[in-house]
């Protein structure tokens, strides 16, 4: 173990923030490969580059994902880390974990890996970052007998991950955590072998609060709703307002859509529900005093993604309301799930996101491939330009109501 | 070692049910409403009258496992071994019993662990891997994370922002901290085009998809040397291809460097999810603490929390004030780059006479 | 008959200034304030005091020389000769001297020329050829417009609706009504691909400008017949090859017909200007009076009127209470027509869970 | 003249809207070729369907443009109206005429045309429907000699048109009337000689009410506007309190920036114009007692169009402000749109709109070859994507700029 000098890096040991540096350290103290990581990340530091190139495709047995293959591009120099592959370890459900959950990781990972992580990586992956290519197979078997299983990577379905929901929030509007982990568990050929076009991911989030940026990161986004009418708790109103919530400053005037008003004698609130848009600005404001509904599912929304190749995307609305339930097994989202994955397959190019297919094809290809009905919540406005396509299924059912109508004008006169 | 072959496969993750601590099996989905505590910590109480204290940590993301079992430790001494890491990658030790909330905060703190980052304040920064472990880094993500971090840990601490601060750092246009939907974000970017090198294109790179990958159509097939070449006035320095094709390297120290984004948010809360919009196109890598980075930044948070009403996220404060208002405001200039001339940027011209004066002099 | 060769070119239009009446020269560019004498009678003050009355008259356009020559007689009448036309072909009669204007209306009136069409009414309906001289018109202009205007012709004649109400129409996609941006706004519309005349083309048609001309992409060069082919699935009708090489007839007796939008504005006030939306994807012709046409836009007409607030233009109470509410209101299915496909469609997209459900039973 | 029945038309003279056909009947009693176009029109109605086409190119001696030419496609049966061609007659500035020129018009059409006319055409032209090539040239003739002169067709600059402005319209920032009359005859040789890339139109609106629609159907569009403040009449906004108008709802609350504040007590209004955006309104509502303020001038917008070929484009802002004065026969309105129609011309498509090839190209290079400056006033916001270009000048600068950093920190050290 060289004891180079690291002046840059030790800059970032300062401040009062915790240091990745500090880290890093940490495990060079056991570990000799991070000092050779720390060496090359001053050396990057110094030179303002990275070192790090792409290689051979590595894994483990079964799987096409779940491993980040990575090499460093001075091998000679920096021999310990000439291969430095990260393993994508699959998170449990809104990366909840007990003591010996964490425990055993670490002992995994000091036994087979630099003793560095990202808790968690962005995509909500445990990553164990940096090992060599024949530690793989033996690191994935101890996790697998630990009961850790490994993540996506690759054209294949991302692993999915959720808020923190029912567990913990009492905006959840269904179980994230179930459904996290029974659409992991019911798709795991499909995280653990690439077959797609490309990547897809899913996540979860119990509210339109959407805590797990669903709809800038997800391909589809599945975001808790409901379609009745919020709860109110006047006596609790009552108390936020004499406590000095200005109410209307802070929640009317925040209002999307204008649908509360206030009776300042009863101090009562009063919501028009079936304008409310469901932001959970007021529940989020008055939580003591407001609840989310009872008639309770998820909105369905697909395409998101980030910058490249056609910019970045939005995932939209292509189901307002899904009941999620846990009996059936989630079978109408598994079945809406499927079909998406049939056409998009079926037809996008490589490295295309079902986003961008839709975007090359339309909502109507997508919205027939899939049966899913058009209703105006999917879009912010109809169309502006008059570039529609008619089918000759459209001029059939023209053609039947007109004979229908005929027919009932005619019997009309023979009358 | 065990034997490979006998590797059990498709499990699937361990099942969180197992993790949860007892007081949320209890409440679990029954969750009455919560209130915040002190910065950093938030107490749930459920219809039973249960109550769930949680305490956030600030996290750096990159962990050693000896952080991650003195973590273990620390939950299992005041949370009978109950945690969890947020979205935002922070960490929460989850507790049941309210009186042990203060000491438990006392014993991360004293050890260089904040506690913080809940409701109105500026939350954990999302970010990448950078030059520890990607090839494809414009940046490093770690150290321009922690030079910000230090520099707006007093906002994390607090919970007096006008809302919450959702900062947000990717190190190229690939953007895996999704960055594109941040209060501020800031991402690593090229600025020439890449390299060819003919050889390891002929060798190692799918032709078509290489062409395939470049989103302005720069990359032509070069059938004589079996490579592509590159129109120079179409490419925007992606770095697609080089995704793509490794021998089309796009790595140039000189001229790498960050550009911030700011105004977007994800939540469907009041206003709906928009992205961030450019707003400083360049700041060159400064290693080891990128000052123009941290400065720009904090000049960027500072107008905010000095001139956003209430409630306003940064988004919102811009759009009640309008952009030209803003560029104003920030004092920074507005270019040719600021403006979109990608696929969809016809509908954000502006396309009436509506609009604030702000060059009189 | 003149010398053709000594025909004087390029003079250029007649001289505004001649055209004014004295009111006007004297009080020029120093008009005070106006008011709305009543539906059809405006009132402009000056800094001067000066007041100058005009008396706006809806007409069909489309005017025979015999017409023309009343209206002259009119104006000399009353006006000193003075009139004008509006941006939507009324006629305006100017007059300084207020107390004409009662007989000035009655004479019109009583001659069948309705005097309206002023502040929050029914404005003329801007329209185009039709079957009375274009070559590309799906559907006719001046027969739909009659038929539509007879029906709403109380609308034009009072000033009591929410706000000013344009409706506007052309006959086919090349819109040179400049319907796009219409409160409401029909347009004729082409439902079945070009048939291909390939002698015709081969002999009378530019192949490149062909294809350039398809938005979609669909026309491909067929070298064989020195013609062109159409994919049947990417052409969406818009008739633009027509346009280029009239051997590619769209006419379809059978299948062309009318489409609508609404919502759209033009002047930056309140809201800037918006495009309209599509709302019926198709109404099949149905002359003499198009009774469908009619009756769908009547009852666009009277949901307005009906619920929107005073003030709100036809777009700014859609915005208001969502387009989900106003296909509900409007009873009116939505379709796969109905969403955007072409090159601007996803920033049309719902990228966000705000939206009120309308299909609760 | 045969007398034929003409029933479907028939049913359009009822109703209270003046009727075209009516117009028609009037024009036949004198003009047989009438009564053909008014049989025609009958079958079309029959068949639903039109019966024009285009033909071979006509128009008068020395000009490429002011006729359409159009062809009845069944020329046996209607040889009356085999030709049938429109001519355009270009318009005065804000369609102001006098008995005299109206009588004039009316002589020379019922000399060499059907006597119909369309007063006036969208883009602005008074149009002669229907005549034969060879009255062609004499109509021009006659008309010339009487003052008048063509409007514009094809690929050329369009006859401009403007509103009423300053002669009616208390609200004109600039001379409207002047400026169209101006750049009409200005422009003659670009009006009357196709030789673009496709065609140009301007509009010009004295206000943001846009009362020519140019936003949206002008490749450019002059809008005016004002840069200082709002003229506010404190008594005459009592007044119209006082008369009941209920000002927070009809004007305050419309208000798109929300700048108007209200004192109850002393029934004044007050405007934040910093924050103003000059939408009119207020002023639209109120106009006693509100005007436009006192520094004005105009708006420019590219790129407005109608739907084909890229779909429908508003016109945006290009230019802010910009004085429009007559005393320098408007150089710098000029100047602009002299660099604007080069650009345009040297590197559209055929058929290739402004907008469209801005849109093609990127605001970018089109400011840079019309030497506008960027302003954050062009764009609703600022760009999403991270897509951007960087060229040789910005390295040069930024490396001017670093030098001239290094000088001055190098001469501090060497003090
Ligand atoms: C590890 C991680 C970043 C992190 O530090 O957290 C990551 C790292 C990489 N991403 Fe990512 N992405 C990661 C989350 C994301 C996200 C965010 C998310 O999933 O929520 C995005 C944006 C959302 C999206 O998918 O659009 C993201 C968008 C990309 C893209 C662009 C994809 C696109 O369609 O626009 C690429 C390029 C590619 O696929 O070739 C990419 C490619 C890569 C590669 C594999 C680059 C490469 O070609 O080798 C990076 C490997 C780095 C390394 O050395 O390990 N990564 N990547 C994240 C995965 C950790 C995990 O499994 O939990
Ligand atoms: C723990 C976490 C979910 C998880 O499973 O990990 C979470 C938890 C809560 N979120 Fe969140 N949010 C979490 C990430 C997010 C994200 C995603 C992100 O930041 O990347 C978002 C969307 C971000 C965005 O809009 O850009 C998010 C948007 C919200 C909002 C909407 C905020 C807004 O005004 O726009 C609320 C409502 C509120 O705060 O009033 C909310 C509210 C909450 C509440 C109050 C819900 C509850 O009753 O428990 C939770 C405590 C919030 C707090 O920090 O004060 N949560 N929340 C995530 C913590 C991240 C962190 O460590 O900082
Ligand atoms: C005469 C005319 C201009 C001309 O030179 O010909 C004109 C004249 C006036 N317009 Fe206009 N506008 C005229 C076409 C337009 C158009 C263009 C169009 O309709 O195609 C627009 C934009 C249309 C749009 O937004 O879709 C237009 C948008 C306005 C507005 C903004 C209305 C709004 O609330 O959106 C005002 C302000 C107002 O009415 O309060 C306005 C106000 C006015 C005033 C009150 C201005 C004034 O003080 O004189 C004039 C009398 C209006 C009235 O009818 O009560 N004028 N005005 C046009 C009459 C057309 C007609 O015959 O009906
Ligand atoms: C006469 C007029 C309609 C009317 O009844 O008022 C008209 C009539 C024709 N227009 Fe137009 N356009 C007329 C104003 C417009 C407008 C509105 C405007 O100028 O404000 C537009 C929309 C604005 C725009 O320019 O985008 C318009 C957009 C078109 C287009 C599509 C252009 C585009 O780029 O999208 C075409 C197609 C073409 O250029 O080949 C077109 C083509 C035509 C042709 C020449 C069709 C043809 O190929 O023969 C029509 C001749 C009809 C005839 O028999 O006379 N006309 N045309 C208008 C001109 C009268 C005048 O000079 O005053
Ligand atoms: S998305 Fe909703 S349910 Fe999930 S943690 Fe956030 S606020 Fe709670
Ligand atoms: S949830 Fe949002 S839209 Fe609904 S009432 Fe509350 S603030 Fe208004
Ligand atoms: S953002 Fe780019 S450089 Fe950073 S981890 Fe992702 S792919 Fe690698
Ligand atoms: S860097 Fe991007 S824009 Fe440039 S050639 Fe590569 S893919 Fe194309
Ligand atoms: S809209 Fe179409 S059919 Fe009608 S006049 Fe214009 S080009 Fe002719
Ligand atoms: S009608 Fe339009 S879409 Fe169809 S082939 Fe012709 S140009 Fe293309
Ligand atoms: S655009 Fe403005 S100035 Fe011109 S007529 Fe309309 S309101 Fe008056
Ligand atoms: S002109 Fe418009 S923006 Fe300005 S004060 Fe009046 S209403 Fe407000």
Chains 1, 4 share one sequence.
């Not at chain 1, 009776?263 to 609130?269: A, C, S």
Request: include cysteine; aromatic fraction near 10%.
């Amino acid at each position: 173990m060289t004891e180079k000098k690291r002046p840059l890096l030790d800059e970032l040991k300062k401040g009062k923030w915790p240091s990745f540096v500090t880290e890093m350290e940490k495990s060079a103290e056991t570990k000799p490969v991070v000092n050779s990581l720390l060496n090359l990340l001053e050396r990057s530091f110094e030179e303002k580059r990275v070192h790090w190139k792409h290689g051979g495709i590595v894994g483990v047995r079964g799987y096409g994902g779940g491993v980040i293959g990575r090499y460093c591009d001075l091998p000679e120099e920096y021999p310990e880390i000439a291969e430095f592959h990260t393993i994508r370890v699959n998170q449990p459900s809104g990366w909840f974990y007990d003591s010996k959950a964490i425990r055993t990781l670490c002992d995994v990972w000091e036994k087979h890996g630099s003793g560095l992580t990202n808790m968690h990586g962005a995509t909500g992956d445990a990553i164990l970052l940096g090992t060599t290519t024949p530690h793989l197979q033996d690191c994935f078997n101890d996790l697998s007998d630990a009961g850790f299983d490994l993540g996506g990577s690759g054209s294949n379905l991302r692993t999915p991950s959720a808020c923190c929901g029912p567990a913990r929030c009492e905006y959840a509007c269904f179980d994230t955590l179930d459904l996290c982990h029974n659409i992991t568990n019911s798709y795991q050929d499909e995280l653990h072998r690439p077959m797609w076009p490309y990547k897809f991911k899913i996540k979860i989030s119990g509210c339109p609060n959407d805590c797990t940026s669903s709809i800038a990161r997800a391909d589809l986004s599945i975001i808790g709703t409901w379609r009745d009418s919020i709860r109110v708790n006047q006596e609790a109103v009552a108390e936020y307002v004499d406590n000095g919530l200005p109410i209307k400053s802070a929640v009317l005037d925040y209002c999307p859509t204008k649908c509360i008003s206030f009776d300042k004698e009863k101090k009562e609130m009063n919501i028009d529900n079936e304008n409310c848009t469901r932001c959970m600005h007021c529940i989020s404001v008055m939580p003591k005093a407001l609840r989310v509904g009872k008639e309770k599912g998820a909105t369905l929304l697909l395409g998101g993604k980030a910058t490249i190749v056609q910019s970045a995307f939005l995932s939209w609305v292509i189901k307002p309301f899904i009941k999620l339930d846990k009996e059936d097994n989630y079978a109408e989202l598994k079945e809406i799930m499927e079909k998406i994955w049939e056409w998009w397959d079926e037809n996008a190019k490589v490295r295309e996101r079902v986003g961008e297919l839709i975007y090359r094809k339309g909502m109507g290809e997508f919205l027939k491939a899939t049966d899913l009905e058009p209703v105006p919540q999917m879009v912010h406005h109809p169309r502006t330009n008059p570039y529609f396509f008619w089918y000759p299924e459209d001029f059939a059912a023209e053609k039947e109501a007109k004979d229908a109508n005929k027919e009932v004008a005619g019997s009309e006169v023979s009358e | 070692m065990t034997n490979p072959y006998y590797a059990k496969t498709d499990i699937g993750p361990p099942n969180f049910w197992n993790m949860l601590p007892q007081v949320i099996k209890d409440n679990y989905g029954n969750w009455l409403y919560h209130e915040k505590v002190k910065p950093g910590v938030l107490k749930h109480v459920g219809e039973t009258g249960d109550e769930l204290f949680t305490v956030r940590v600030g996290s750096p993301r990159l962990l050693s496992i000896e952080t991650l079992r003195w973590f273990a430790d620390i939950a299992d001494k005041y949370c009978d071994g109950h945690l969890r890491f947020t979205s935002r990658h922070n960490v929460e030790f989850l507790l049941a019993d309210g009186t042990k909330v203060d000491a438990l905060v006392d014993e991360l703190e004293a050890a260089g662990w904040p506690v913080g980052g809940t409701g109105k304040s500026l939350k954990n920064l999302i970010h990448t891997q950078g030059w520890i472990h990607c090839h494809s880094a414009a940046t490093d993500a770690s150290g321009t994370v922690k030079a910000v971090m230090d520099d707006l840990y007093d906002y994390f601490k607090k919970d007096d922002l006008p809302a919450k601060l959702k900062i947000s750092m990717a190190c190229c246009l690939n953007m895996c901290g999704a960055v594109h939907c941040s209060d501020i974000a800031f991402v690593g970017v090229h600025r020439k085009i890449p390299t060819i090198d003919d050889n390891g294109v002929a060798n190692g790179c799918e032709i078509p998809n290489v062409v395939a990958s470049c989103p302005t159509g720069a990359i032509r097939p070069n059938p004589k040397a079996k490579s592509v070449t590159i129109n120079e006035e179409k490419c925007m320095y992606c770095g697609n291809c080089y995704s793509v094709c490794p021998s089309l390297s796009i790595m140039d120290p000189e001229n790498d460097g960050i550009a911030i984004f700011v105004g977007g948010k994800v939540s469907n809360t009041r206003k709906g999810p928009e992205f961030s919009k450019l707003v400083i196109p360049f700041i060159p890598n400064e290693p080891p603490r990128w000052d123009s980075l941290v400065a720009a930044i904090r000049n960027l948070v500072e107008i905010w929390v000095k001139n956003a009403k209430k409630g306003e996220r940064y988004g919102e404060w811009i759009e009640r004030i309008g952009w030209e208002k803003f560029f104003e405001v920030a004092n920074l200039p507005f270019t040719d780059k600021h403006i979109d001339d990608f696929t969809f940027s016809v509908p954000t011209f502006r396309t009436t006479t509506q609009f604030k004066f702000t060059d009189k002099k």
